[in-house]
């Protein structure tokens, strides 16, 4: 293992602890609530996809060594498509 993986792995421990003695529901809503938010925030909603970008990425990094290839590929379109919708609303035409 890497020392970069390993340095993150120690550091994200704290955080996923809490996050895995939270109710399986609450994750979910907040990043649909981020999503939400996003969406009806003109201007700067953009910078909450962003965000939710970042977290999604960071989990699928942590994940990353023990998902199929199946399961790579549609966390990499999700993190794809909210990226899609950021860059849409940053840039409008």
């Given at each position: 293992?890497s020392?970069l993986?390993?340095a993150v792995?120690?550091?994200?421990?704290?955080a996923?602890?809490?996050?895995?003695?939270?109710?399986r529901?609450?994750p979910f809503?907040?990043?649909?609530?981020?999503?939400?938010?996003?969406?009806l925030v003109?201007g700067?909603?953009?910078?909450?996809h962003?965000?939710?970008?970042?977290?999604l990425?960071?989990?699928?990094?942590?994940?990353w060594?023990?998902?199929?290839?199946?399961e790579?590929?549609?966390?990499v379109?999700?993190?794809?498509?909210?990226?899609a919708?950021a860059v849409?609303?940053a840039?409008?035409?």
């Amino acid at each position: 293992m890497s020392s970069l993986r390993t340095a993150v792995e120690t550091a994200s421990l704290p955080a996923l602890t809490r996050l895995s003695r939270l109710p399986r529901a609450v994750p979910f809503l907040v990043v649909l609530a981020l999503m939400v938010a996003g969406i009806l925030v003109p201007g700067w909603g953009w910078l909450l996809h962003v965000l939710v970008a970042v977290l999604l990425l960071w989990l699928l990094y942590l994940g990353w060594p023990q998902l199929r290839t199946a399961e790579r590929t549609m966390r990499v379109a999700v993190v794809a498509v909210v990226l899609a919708v950021a860059v849409t609303q940053a840039f409008p035409r």
